[in-house]
């Protein structure tokens, strides 16, 4: 006799038909045997599903769905700094504080974001609207000082420029 108490319950129904598609598009990119590489995408499609972030159980329903170990993706969740693992708000704004943005003044564009926003780095703001995230480089040094929304990179950025973007986000 056999019974359910000692078996692990499957977490698989966290992640939505839409998502289960997505991720099997990434899947079908890697050697069959190679599943697990589709991780930083799997994290990225379950993380848009629940509204911008990662909970322990989708991070633990993503691991049974690629058939890795769980620790490998929280290891990947939390060394990458597109994943957040706390709510964020309805926009994230990234700003790059490395040498090159460091150079071109981004620590006025940190500070004026700050001002406006009312939030720190690390903060989302109390209607929910915008979370403010330091990050290491956005790979758009040429340009710099720069600022990543969503998808959307803003570079060469001026107090101006920065009140102008913050105006258009809904």
């Given amino acids: 006799m056999t019974t359910q108490c000692n078996k692990k319950p499957s977490k698989l129904e966290l992640i ?37 972030s990662l909970t322990d159980d ?10 890795m170990p769980t620790i490998a993706v929280y290891e990947v969740a939390t060394f990458y700094s597109m994943y957040e693992l706390k709510p964020v708000g309805r926009h994230k704004i990234c700003v790059c504080t490395n040498i090159s943005c460091m150079l071109c003044a981004s620590d006025d564009i940190v500070k004026h974001l700050q001002t406006r926003l009312g939030i720190k780095l690390g903060e989302t703001t109390s209607d929910g609207r915008v979370t403010l995230k330091e990050v290491e480089c956005l790979g758009a040094c040429v340009n710099a000082p720069v600022i990543q929304i969503e998808n959307t990179y803003h570079e060469n950025l ?13």
């Fill in 16 to 52: 939505n038909q839409a998502s289960r598609e997505d991720i099997d598009n990434w899947v079908a990119k890697y050697p069959a045997d190679q599943k697990q590489s589709a991780v930083m995408a799997a994290l990225r499609i379950v993380q848009d599903q629940n509204g911008g």
């Fill in 58 to 67: 989708l991070m633990d329903a993503v691991a049974e769905y690629l058939g």
């Fill in 158 to 170: 001026t107090p101006d420029k920065i009140d102008k973007i913050l105006s258009n986000l809904t």
